[in-house]
Nanobody
Framework: QAQLVESGGGLVQPGGSLKLSCVAS??????MAWFRQAPGKEREFVAL???????YYADSVKGRFTASRDTAKNTAYLQMNSLKPEDTAVYFCAADEGNSASAYPRDYKYWGQGTQVTVSS
């Protein structure tokens, strides 16, 4: 059974940085993405990194967040810099065997449990 486990969340001041990790077990996924969900809001796309090709980012995080993967460790990362209070949310790792470059949660079969990121002074 495939499983995703996130880590790296926490409390950080505005302008600070955090790096999230997502370890996949059970198989290697073509697509590994990051979504986030703030209280009272829908889950939204943040970034996608496939095995091949360029990464994709939401406009709100372009230039500040970087998605990467270490295939040897079967792990995806989300480096978050210049964090803003509006980045506060639960961040989820999502994965799928497909290569559709989707920004929709419904297109990802596997999900992690989420990790809280809070940006506050």
């Amino acid at each position: 059974q495939a499983q995703l486990v996130e880590s790296g969340g926490g409390l950080v001041q505005p302008g600070g940085s955090l790096k999230l990790s997502c370890v996949a077990s059970g198989r290697t996924f073509v697509s590994m993405a990051w979504f986030r969900q703030a209280p009272g809001k829908e889950r939204e796309f943040v970034a996608l990194r496939r095995l091949y090709g360029s990464p994709y980012y939401a406009d709100s995080v372009k230039g500040r967040f970087t998605a990467s993967r270490d295939t040897a460790k079967n792990t995806a990362y989300l480096q978050m810099n210049s964090l803003k209070p509006e980045d506060t949310a639960v961040y989820f790792c999502a994965a799928d065997e497909g290569n559709s470059a989707s920004a929709y949660p419904r297109d990802y079969k596997y999900w992690g449990q989420g990790t809280q990121v809070t940006v506050s002074s």
